[in-house]
DNA sequence: GTCTATAACCGGATAGAC
DNA sequence: GTCTATCCGGTTATAGAC
């Protein structure tokens, strides 16, 4: 850790900084990878030499969004201590934490389409982002009793769930999102309402069933 | 109707028709401007005269499919009669209908995620197809009975649903789509399960507490 | 006013020299 | 690692033909 960067990796930050400070100026599109190059103090294809496309350096903005949303949702996570109360709060952190940046949540859906983007949450280089994700809701579970099968799959399933809530967010011109926001209120309570039955013992055969059929459509899991 | 075609209408059709065959042949990022336009017999900028850019070109596509799928359809709603077999038919149907444009689907939900793009099931442009698709299964409903306020949503949700297992299939890599497949069986049993419990008598107030939100969260709505 | 063509523009991406 | 020169293809400007 604490590696003392070599020159290749100034240079390879100088150009996500200049890049980060294009798009949220004039947003992806306008900004050229040869706006990106000047301001960065290197040429066009020294640029391409560290990103070998223009969205790659969307990356580094994703990261940055999800650390926002992580570091909204702390005091959250320390205050409230029911589930449909952190589940809330983490959602609407989420939303907070997303709002100036509706284009590049756009620009994500986007990829994510594409299964071999390389902006596509499910490629390699997103996975960790996805992980992190997944962990803050691990985070927003913590202190609700379930059964281990059920806390073991839930992460990733309230991961895709607010992902869901972006795609929403994303389509919703209503005034200052109203539309994403009841949406949130309501979801979330029909989300802790299932956790909960799906926790009730006496459901222990249809819980299973269930989460071994999720488990099959896993796309990293063997047909 | 039946118009006879105007000159303008017949290059259009030309135009539609290289595009058509080239997308298929080479795939939409590989085929060019200039490919369609030579194929068509017209000058590039003839081309742009009929189609202000590409992909206002795939929308002839996505007509293409749908109608596919509407014909593979025919015989399954002629022969089954319960929903749950009409709905499971229909979904195969699908699959069979997209199964030769995997490439294609992923580019309408590269589109879908952008809410001003002209190939956004969302933009009027593309409503037709729409409303054609929620069409399909307002059939599939046939003759099952239930609440009138029910009948009225169902259509739209079930469009959705199908786009949803369009979405999976698209990321989903097994042989032959067996995860696909898994999937489509598994929840039509579970949408099936759904509609017959929102349609029991006793569950009144909360389908219509349920429906009255799906409303307010439509997007045309007012909010 | 409907249609067609030619020539350019622009920006993402690549080749290859240093 | 860095640069310059170039390619390539979507798109636009614009002028003329019917």
């Avoid at 607010?162 to 309570?189: C, F, N, Q």
Wanted: contains cysteine; aromatic residues 8%.
């Amino acid at each position: 850790m604490a590696e003392i960067p070599s020159k290749g990796e100034r240079t390879k930050e100088r150009i996500v900084q200049a890049a980060l400070e294009l798009f949220r100026r004039d947003g992806y599109e306008a900004t050229t990878m040869r706006a990106v190059a000047d301001a960065a103090g290197v040429s066009l294809g020294n640029a391409y030499y560290y990103f070998a496309s223009k969205d790659l350096l969307l990356q580094a903005f994703y990261q940055e969004v999800h650390e926002a949303h992580a570091a909204a949702a702390v005091p959250v996570l320390e205050r409230q201590k029911t589930l449909k109360a952190r589940l809330l709060g983490v959602m609407r952190a989420k939303l907070e934490a997303i709002a100036p940046y509706r284009h590049f949540s756009a620009l994500m859906f986007k990829s994510a389409a594409d299964p071999k983007s390389p902006l596509s949450p499910f490629h390699p280089a997103l996975a960790t982002i996805r992980r992190e994700g997944e962990q803050l809701f691990a985070e927003v579970l913590r202190g609700t009793r379930m059964p281990k099968d059920l806390a073991a799959e839930l992460p990733a399933l309230l991961w895709t769930y607010s992902m869901g809530i972006v795609l929403y967010w994303i389509h919703d011109d209503s005034p200052d999102s109203a539309r994403t926001k009841k949406l949130i209120e309501h979801s979330v309570e029909l989300v802790v309402g299932c956790i909960q039955l799906a926790a009730n013992p006496l459901l222990r055969p249809l819980r299973r069933r269930t989460l071994q059929l999720l488990k099959d459509l896993q796309f990293g899991a063997a047909t």
